[in-house]
């Protein structure tokens, strides 16, 4: 395979980025199936469930959390934990975005009414949990730590996320950071929130990883 695997500075520990297919040309459930793919792999090649924490942002964190469901489903081991950072966990109707969260968002606002859904569904149900992870029976996930930025569209969606989880058992933390927008995270070098933020994902990775030997 052509996998590109780097050490993450923050969590000290090597990182798989998966180059899955993209939509219009492989819509839905192309990506989520090179997701489980490149999961197995990991499996395959010796790495334990328990030392594998999954991370994604945006429509990679809609696959983070739409990976956990698909493992769950098909009785596969689950990673130690996983991070969604402004996960897009509603691609359905029933989505709670906020237009004026659009209008103060920067990485929205510039989008107009380009609506790139139908590009990524290709005629599939969005209600499907698999889609929209939301809609899943969420019982036995691994703990979750979901990012969003208060000025974001995504919000609502991703404290509902959080509360569908919760209300399923599962062991999962919601942090709404005051004022940032989606994905505020890529902006470490020059914004201190996000560099707390992607902090305490590092230490919720840690945490996670070392959980058996530090007991």
């Not at 192309?30 to 793919?37: F, K, R, V, W, Y």
């Not at 005051?178 to 933020?197: I, L, N, S």
Request: a negative charge.
């Amino acid at each position: 395979g052509s996998e590109m695997c780097i050490r993450d500075r923050l969590c000290g520990v090597r990182m798989l980025v998966i180059d899955y297919r993209l939509a219009p040309e492989h819509p839905f459930p192309a990506a989520l199936e090179d997701c489980i793919t490149a999961y197995e792999w990991l499996l395959w090649s010796g790495i334990p469930a328990e030392k594998i924490v999954v991370a994604g942002d945006s429509a990679g964190g809609n696959l983070t959390l739409a990976l956990l469901v698909a493992l769950k489903d098909a009785g596969k081991p689950l990673p130690a934990g996983a991070a969604g950072l402004s996960p897009a966990a509603d691609l359905s109707p029933a989505s709670q975005m906020d237009p004026e969260r659009k209008r103060r968002d920067p990485y929205f606002s510039k989008m107009g009414n380009n609506n790139i859904l139908p590009d990524y569904l290709g005629g599939n149900d969005p209600r499907n949990p698999l889609i929209s992870p939301i809609y899943a029976d969420l019982r036995g996930l691994p703990p979750l730590l979901l990012h969003a930025g208060e000025h974001e569209i995504l919000a609502d969606d991703i404290i509902r996320f959080g509360e569908r989880a919760a209300a399923d058992g599962v062991d999962v933390r919601t942090v709404v950071w005051p004022q940032m927008f989606h994905v505020f995270h890529m902006y470490m070098d020059f914004m201190p929130e996000a560099r707390r933020a992607s902090q305490e994902i590092a230490a919720f990775v840690r945490a996670r990883l070392n959980r058996n030997e530090t007991g």
